[in-house]
């Protein structure tokens, strides 16, 4: 059995990743590292939850201590969005939080380290259509900086001291339990909100933007069975490209207009345009097939008709 520590579990993924875990190997089993927001209940009622900061070690270690810690997933970080407007946060948060929780398990001795990478390691330089597994890492943010950083990290981490760290380079997740926070693909999320609640968005970028992206079951069954798969059949470790489905915002708002055919779009492109013409077309994720079995569930119309219906149940109750 393992006990894991989820560092991170306010956030988007965190917060669904921990429930999930949770139902596979037991409630007590996984604790939820949370910084300063309060613990949802279903958070609270499921299973332990600590106050946790990647960048306050010693804390860190008391929790690892207590819970007799020997996974880490490491779901803190500073997105792309935030990242621009305050660089040496995203830094300090993406690149010391990580090597925090390296050491604490190299020292530990644990037995796997979950670290996501994104999307955002790409740049405007790399092949954007299919962009392949090997391929050129040169990003324009600081997020992508201290994304690649990790990515060579972790793998360092795997060949320098024999340890289990992996992670996969996460496209655009696409949910409607939390909210994502700072992000460039958050419009993606955004348009299904606003189309319930006012069935008009004002999208901050353009209509032809196309950006890989992913359900959020989809998101969780990646991260499990990467979890989950025999580390010898690993040819990659910190750096897995997985896709999903690939569309442009033009795209997304057809799929919402067969269900709500009045929903109006218009555009207000603002710096996060820059970030996302960076950023792929679509990833070639056979590797991830190939070595573990990735395969997703969900396209653009299963997951708008989900999508909406989660969030029209949530809008009836007046829970938004
Ligand atoms: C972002 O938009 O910054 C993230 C990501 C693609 O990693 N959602």
Known sequence: MKNILVVGSAGQIGSELVLTLREIYGGDKVVAGIRKTKPSKKLTETGPCEVVDALDTKALVEVVDKYKIDVIINMAAILSGTGEKNPMLAWDVNMNGLINILELA??????????????????????????PQETILKPTTIYGVTKVAGELLGDYYVKRYGMDVRGLR???????????????????????????KNKKYTCFVNENTRLPMMYMPDCLKATVDLMEADFSKLNYHCDYNVGAMSFTVAEMAESIKKHIPEFEIDYEPDFRQAIADSWPNSVDDSAARNDWGWKPDFDLDAMTADMLKAIGEKHAKGLI
Do not use: C, N, W
């Open 170 to 196: 996460y496209p655009g997740i696409i949910s409607h339990e939390t909210l994502p926070g700072g992000g460039t693909t958050d419009y993606a999320v955004a348009i299904y909100y606003e189309a319930i």
């Open 106 to 131: 190299r020292e530990r001795k644990m037995k796997q380290v979950l670290v996501p990478s994104s999307i955002a390691v790409f740049g405007p330089t790399t092949p954007v259509d299919d962009t």
